[in-house]
């Protein structure tokens, strides 16, 4: 059975930083897209972030400087690293998996990328107050 099981949301003042990792299991194929997703209170789906099974990734415009994505192979986890946190950033961080089509990274960029993916995980909030 497939999971991700994500972690590291948490409450912190604006200007830090935190670390999201994101795991998947119950895979044994070795191609994946995977990505971070956010969603704020009466707000659409935010695509922030895609990395492949390759390493290869794609940030949208919104974040880059100040987030990262990267990918531990060995454990089939990625990591969402974001710094100078802002209280615009405060939402629940998702994080997705893209097992059947295996669409290019550069596709999270796109509107409506979640119906890219096929699994996601249960979701960890972010808070950030000024």
């Known amino acids: 059975q497939v999971r991700l099981v994500e972690s590291g949301g948490d409450s912190v003042q604006s200007g830090g930083s935190l670390r999201l990792s994101c795991r998947l299991t119950?895979?044994?194929?070795?191609?994946?897209?995977m990505a971070w997703f956010r969603q704020s209170p009466g707000m659409e789906r935010e695509g922030l972030a895609a990395?492949?099974?390759?390493?290869?990734?794609s940030l949208v415009d919104s974040v880059k400087g100040r987030f990262t994505i990267s990918l531990d192979k060995g454990s089939d986890t990625i990591f969402l690293d974001m710094h100078n946190l802002q209280p615009e950033d405060t939402a629940m961080y998702y994080c997705?998996?893209?097992?059947?089509?295996?669409?290019?990274?550069?596709?999270?960029?796109?509107?409506?990328?979640?119906?890219?993916?096929?699994?996601w995980g249960q979701g960890t909030q972010v808070t950030i107050s000024s």
């Open positions: 990395i492949d099974s390759d390493g290869d990734s």
């Open positions: 119950g895979y044994r194929q070795r191609a994946y897209l």
């Open positions: 997705a998996a893209d097992l059947q089509g295996i669409h290019p990274h550069w596709r999270i960029r796109e509107p409506r990328a979640e119906a890219l993916f096929d699994y």
